[in-house]
């Protein structure tokens, strides 16, 4: 129970100061901070669709953020995920769009997925290959990548996955019907893709349990502990930002076959960053993850709410997030010389 307390120590006190603050900077615009944040949870869970909308902003980052929490247990820092949302969105909506109104639904959203998953891993097989092989910085090739991703996604919205319909920005044809997962919550845009976050949290709750993740977590401070723990360099940083890969190219493929319904530029929109964010927030633990992913997912839906209650700007939540990833960044760092303290 003290372990655990402890692990979600940092992420309670980056809540607190991030609320605090919130607050000073509604007063300074004018505004009652009682009645700001209820503006944003009303915003955020006030009706039906509220809620379908929280869970529905939540679910990207869920996926991303479990995804990478074994790579950053790791001390493999691959802040790639916004290209490779990107790359499994553009593969998803290829192979949809080439298999079209013919095919079945669950044909259609199966090969969406594999093809999200495939492009999002393959995408971060190259960097993790030139950290495991040459010793290059995986934040450097990775952030480098994603400019990569993005300008690949806008030449490929102005050729080959252009729409042929006359549209005022860039983006694909819409993809078939049958495509999207069925909704889940009538009223609101939430769809049955909400269950793999739990599946997958699971899967991370199981490996967290294993001889493996325990060799994973002294993987960066104490190589060769790690080693006679059985576990190589190039294995673990390989398998760790594979995985992340391919989680965050199904959370590219989602967002395209069921919110947006067609590939367009702004697909990533921020969701790869953000979701390293909720992971480390979560304290790289499944339950923990969980719960920021919503909290990022009500300050987004709920930011709106604000602004039409009290005036104050919607971008008031970012300034909320950009105090969680501070706070999230300093609760990670203590986390990785508490464990090299515990191992020495």
Known sequence: MTVSLRAFLPAALSLVAALVVGA??????????????????????????????TLVRALPLAIVALGVAPALRAGVFTIGAEGQVILGAMAATAVVLALGDGAPSVVLIAAGAVAGAVAGALWALLPALLRARLNVNEILSTLLLNYVAAAFLGWGLRTWLKTSESVPSPRS?????????????????????????????????????????????????????????????????VATMLVAGAMAGIAGWLKVTSVDGALYGSVAGGLGFTGILVALLGGLRPLGILLAAVLFGALSAGADGLQIDTGTPASLATVLQGLLLLAAAIGFEARRRRIAKEVA
């Open 24 to 53: 000073l900077l509604l007063a300074a615009s004018g505004a009652n901070p009682v009645d700001g944040y209820d503006a944003l949870v009303q915003g955020a869970f006030g009706t039906r669709y509220d809620v379908g909308e």
């Open 173 to 237: 044809d819409n993809l078939p019907p049958g495509a999207a997962m069925p909704n889940l919550l009538e009223g609101t845009r939430l769809h049955w893709g909400i269950v793999l976050v739990p599946v997958a949290a699971i899967a991370l709750a199981w490996w967290l349990r294993t001889p493996r993740a325990l060799a994973y977590d002294v993987f960066d401070t104490h190589r060769a502990l790690a080693r006679r723990a059985g576990v190589s360099a190039g294995r673990a940083i």
